[in-house]
């Protein structure tokens, strides 16, 4: 079993345990993760979770190794290589699974990343898929998929330009260089460095007074900043106003 949920009060903590891979994403850690963040969302005794990778790092991205057993049997490749809109049913809202799992899900709770060690390409995106990034000191980003010439396609390319600003994703997507926690908190691209080996009690902790506040508020407001993102002043003061009735 590569994904495990412990439960303390209302904080789940989503645990990827692949430490010989690095965590790098399987189809099959993808596929449980996906489970348990759809299940987290459905809890009513659920508030925050928080995603964490045992053994030290925090994802290396997709399983290159898996990769290149695709050569051996493209149709597993569909995942990747058919545009979204090819297998969106008309009358489905939910995006199919994106290949590093939890990726193209729309919670309608906050989840925090307590990230050890490396979150580089695929591993990267599912950061940012997060609400909240805590980092250690000897943790980093990076899109490291650059060298190997496969593209950001769980939402790198649409989540970073809105953390960091354009100018800045681009240099960081392009060069595929590597960024320290340091300099992620300096850029926004984390909101909180910690001692290596304390980013899961730290998220935990911020999970947990998360938790304290009347959640539908909560929820309401978290809503609210994600809706905002394209829209004019007017229109999204009208979404606020009506998102908090």
């Known amino acids: 079993m590569t994904v495990r949920i412990e439960k303390k009060g209302k904080v789940w903590t989503v645990i990827h345990s692949r430490a010989q891979a690095r965590n790098a994403m399987d189809p099959q850690s993808a596929e449980a993760l996906v489970d348990a963040f759809?299940?987290?969302?459905r809890d009513?005794?659920?508030?925050?979770?928080?995603?964490?990778?045992?053994?030290?790092?925090?994802c290396a991205g997709w399983d290159l190794k898996y990769c290149g057993s695709l050569?051996?049997?493209?149709?597993?490749?569909?995942?990747?290589?058919?545009?979204?809109?090819?297998r969106l049913p008309a009358s489905t809202a939910e995006l199919p699974r994106g290949p590093l799992g939890p990726t193209r899900l729309e919670l309608d709770k906050p989840v925090i990343a307590a990230v050890a060690g490396p979150a580089?390409?695929?591993?990267?995106?599912?950061?940012?898929w997060c609400d909240v990034r805590v980092m250690e000191n000897?943790?980093?980003f990076g899109v490291y998929c650059r060298r190997w010439g496969v593209p950001l396609i769980d939402g790198g390319t649409v989540r970073l330009p809105r953390i960091v600003g354009m100018g800045r994703a681009l240099e960081i997507i392009l060069t595929g260089r590597k960024l320290p926690a340091e300099e992620c908190l300096r850029i926004g691209a984390c909101?909180?460095?910690v001692a290596d080996g304390a980013s899961r009690q730290f998220a935990e902790a911020m999970a947990h007074e998360i938790a304290r506040f009347p959640q539908l508020c909560m929820r309401a407001d978290r809503r609210s900043v994600y809706l905002q993102q394209g829209l004019t002043l007017r229109e999204a003061m009208r979404k606020e106003w009506?998102?908090?009735l």
């Open 38 to 41: 759809k299940a987290f969302d």
């Open 44 to 58: 009513a005794d659920a508030a925050v979770a928080v995603l964490w990778g045992e053994g030290g790092a925090f």
């Open 71 to 86: 050569v051996q049997d493209p149709a597993q490749i569909h995942d990747i290589d058919s545009p979204l809109e090819d």
């Open 120 to 128: 580089v390409a695929g591993g990267f995106e599912l950061a940012l």
């Open 138 to 140: 000897s943790a980093y």
């Open 191 to 193: 909101e909180h460095v």
């Open 242 to 244: 009506y998102n908090g």
